[in-house]
């Protein structure tokens, strides 16, 4: 994955993370914290017209259920507090567990992106 789809990924974390729900409770237990970015970085990385659909060919369970494994698996491996503050560890525990999703999620799937030049050319979907 490039550095730039990297960068991507944990922007991406980085905005849901103001955005969504979890920006609503400051300190949020570590299980709540968890559910809640998982279903927010799911539910925004799989937009019917964003990457995941349009050059993966994946439908929008499928994508969801994709994006939801490699975010928990990456979760897994962080030390997350029992409590996370959402505006200190969690923008940067959210940015690491974006870069290593995204990092997975690339992985498992390259072989079945479109190779037309609108899913070859990264800017259009920063």
């Not at 991406?12 to 559910?35: C, D, M, N, S």
């Not at 539910?43 to 050059?55: H, K, T």
């Not at 698996?73 to 690491?96: D, H, K, Y």
Request: with cysteine.
């Amino acid at each position: 994955m490039s550095c730039i789809n990297r960068v991507r990924w944990g922007l991406t974390i980085i905005h849901l993370l103001f955005i969504g729900p979890l920006a609503a409770e400051v300190l949020q237990p570590q299980q709540i914290w968890k559910r809640h970015l998982i279903q927010e970085f799911s539910q925004d990385l799989c937009q019917p017209r964003g990457y995941m659909q349009r050059c993966l060919k994946l439908s929008q369970a499928q994508c969801r259920r994709t994006a939801e494994r490699k975010l928990n698996l990456c979760l897994q491996q962080l030390p997350i507090p029992p409590q996370v503050n959402a505006l200190a560890e969690g923008v940067e525990l959210s940015f690491r567990a974006g870069v290593c999703a995204g990092k997975r999620i690339e992985r498992e799937l390259k072989s079945k992106a479109s190779q037309t030049p609108q899913c070859q050319e990264v800017e259009p979907w920063l």
